[in-house]
Nanobody, 120 residues
Framework: VQLQASGGGLVQAGGSLRLSCVAR???????????MGWYRQVPGKERELVAR???????EYADSVKGRFTISRNNSKKTVYLQMNSLKPEDTADYYC????????????WGQGTQVTVSS
């Protein structure tokens, strides 16, 4: 399975972007039970969890993005989305998706992320 994120770009502060991440090669029965997360990383800093969604659709967000970002998933398309509104310069990072576990383990290898740059 290859995780491929897309949808990033350059946007002004206050703008919006919608990220997508498809698990290429996964089948429905493999993808649908997996809790998924969106992560971001700034060079030189640790990767942080931005939002997560359970197999049943329950969501949680980091305090820094709560009320601005929305995570969703389409299991038939093996895709997870991140709608980002009211973007801030501090949201600038490379964004990735992967499985989520409180044990900090991952089902799949990290794939190609998508870069988000928010200008002030």
């Amino acid at each position: 399975v290859q995780l491929q994120a897309s949808g990033g770009g350059l946007v002004q502060a206050g703008g919006s972007l919608r990220l997508s991440c498809v698990a290429r090669g996964a089948i429905f029965s493999v993808f649908s039970p997996v809790h998924m997360g969106w992560y971001r990383q700034v060079p030189g800093k640790e990767r942080e969890l931005v939002a997560r969604i359970t197999s049943g659709g329950e969501t949680e967000y980091a305090d820094s993005v709560k009320g601005r970002f929305t995570i969703s998933r389409n299991n038939s398309k093996k895709t997870v989305y991140l709608q980002m509104n009211s973007l801030k310069p501090e949201d600038t990072a490379d964004y990735y998706c992967n499985s989520y576990s409180p044990l900090d383990t991952y089902v799949w290898a990290w794939g190609q992320g998508t870069q988000v740059t928010v200008s002030s």
